[in-house]
Nanobody, 126 residues
Framework: QVQLVESGGGSVQAGGSLRLSCAVSGYSVNSNWMAWFRQAPGKEREGVGYIYTGGGRTDYADSVKGRFTISRDNAKNAVYLQMNSLEPEDTAMYYC???????????????????WGQGTQVTVSS
């Protein structure tokens, strides 16, 4: 049974930083696809970024490039989202996703992923 548990969310002022964690069980983050998504009230879930841990390949949504970084720890079987220079527009529930359904699917599209965590709330005040 695959379980993803996010943590690290909270409230921060604009310009601040947060580091989200995703603890994974039942699925190895080593040499696999992992991603972070977010969803604000009334909006569709949007891709923040993804990592293919086999080759270290990462990519990010334009809105977070240069500010957010995804990393993983194979020993802890976890992935992380380091968020810097946070803006009020980053306020959302953040979700971890695992297992890209097909390699030719768009990793930044939410329906491309098999497994999801329950989310952690990030609130950025101006």
């Amino acid at each position: 049974q695959v379980q993803l548990v996010e943590s690290g969310g909270g409230s921060v002022q604009a310009g601040g930083s947060l580091r989200l964690s995703c603890a994974v069980s039942g699925y190895s983050v080593n040499s696999n696809w992992m991603a972070w998504f977010r969803q604000a009230p009334g909006k569709e879930r949007e891709g923040v970024g993804y990592i293919y841990t086999g080759g270290g390949r990462t990519d990010y949504a334009d809105s977070v490039k240069g500010r957010f970084t995804i990393s993983r720890d194979n020993a802890k079987n976890a992935v992380y989202l380091q968020m810097n220079s946070l803006e009020p527009e980053d306020t959302a529930m953040y979700y971890c996703a695992a297992d890209l359904l097909r390699s030719d699917y768009d990793p930044l599209y939410f329906e491309s992923w098999q497994y999801w965590g329950q989310g952690t709330q990030v609130t950025v005040s101006s």
